[in-house]
C-alpha cells in the first residue's frame, strides 16, 4: 500500500506560478513511476507529467516549457512546478504512484488538489 498526499494548490491569476507537492508514504520502495494528472470540470481525467525512479521526466505537450517535475528521494515527495499557468490549467491535480508487485501494475491516488487560474 502506498498514500500520497498533495498540497500546494490554490487560486492565482493567469501568467502566474504554484508549486504542488506530493508526499508518499508506505510501500514507498515499490514505486516505480510519480507523475501528475489533472481534471478540469466536464473533462476527463489527463496525464500531465511523470517522474521515474531513475528520474526520467515525461510531460504532456500542452505544459511542455511550462510544467516542471521533480523529485527529493530524502523526503519521499514530488512537485510539479507550474509556471506561466493559463486559465486552461485550471483543474484538480491528482498525484499518482505506479507500483509494480511482480508483472502487475497498480495505480495509487492522491485526494486531489485544485489549481484555480483567473484570466
Known amino acids: 500500500q502506498v498514500q500520497l498526499v498533495e498540497s500546494g494548490g490554490g487560486l492565482v491569476q493567469a501568467g502566474g506560478s504554484l508549486r504542488l507537492s506530493c508526499s508518499a508514504s508506505g510501500n514507498i520502495v515499490s514505486i516505480r513511476t510519480m507523475g501528475w494528472y489533472r481534471q478540469a470540470p466536464g473533462k476527463q481525467r489527463e496525464f500531465v507529467a511523470s517522474?521515474?525512479?531513475?528520474?526520467?521526466?515525461d510531460y504532456v505537450d500542452s505544459v511542455n516549457g511550462r510544467f516542471t517535475i521533480s523529485r527529493d528521494v530524502a523526503k519521499n515527495t514530488v512537485y510539479l512546478q507550474m509556471n506561466s499557468l493559463k486559465p486552461e490549467d485550471r483543474a484538480i491535480y491528482y498525484c499518482?504512484?505506479?507500483?509494480?508487485?511482480?508483472?502487475?501494475?497498480?495505480?495509487?491516488w492522491g485526494q486531489g488538489t485544485p489549481a484555480n487560474v483567473s484570466s
Open positions: 517522474i521515474t525512479s531513475s528520474s526520467s521526466t
Open positions: 499518482n504512484a505506479k507500483v509494480w508487485v511482480g508483472v502487475e501494475e497498480y495505480d495509487y
